[in-house]
């Protein structure tokens, strides 16, 4: 019967794809937004940790992010140069190599995975 529990977990194991054991990795991220970011920080969906990135923040700018997550789901929330802030909520990183942050004035904000 032990023998049974280890194939079926050895099954279970080899069965997920490799995508959804990869996790987050590096990735580059474009301020698609018309305004400098003067600070862009990412959590987990689900919890309360905002740790800062050391991205490019100008209008237009892409940066390399060195990243490295077991999880896929995180959001990025962005503070603008004019003291107003903006939160990109879900955002899938597994998987992805480049994130452009989108925010139209009206404050609805979106990502584009490229």
Not at 69 to 85: E, R, V
């Amino acid at each position: 019967m032990r023998n049974a529990y280890f194939a079926l977990a050895a099954l279970a194991f080899f069965a997920t794809p490799a995508t959804a054991l990869a996790g987050a990795s590096n990735f580059t991220l474009v301020n698609g937004t018309d305004a400098a970011l003067s600070a862009i920080a990412i959590k987990r969906t689900g919890t309360a940790e905002w740790k800062p990135l050391s991205a490019s923040a100008s209008a237009g700018a892409a940066s390399n992010v060195n990243f490295n997550d077991p999880d896929c789901a995180f959001d990025l929330k962005a503070t603008t140069a004019s003291g107003g802030t903006a939160q990109w909520s879900g955002v899938n990183l597994c998987g992805t190599n480049r994130l452009t942050l989108r925010l139209r004035p009206s404050g609805e904000t979106w990502v584009d995975y490229d």
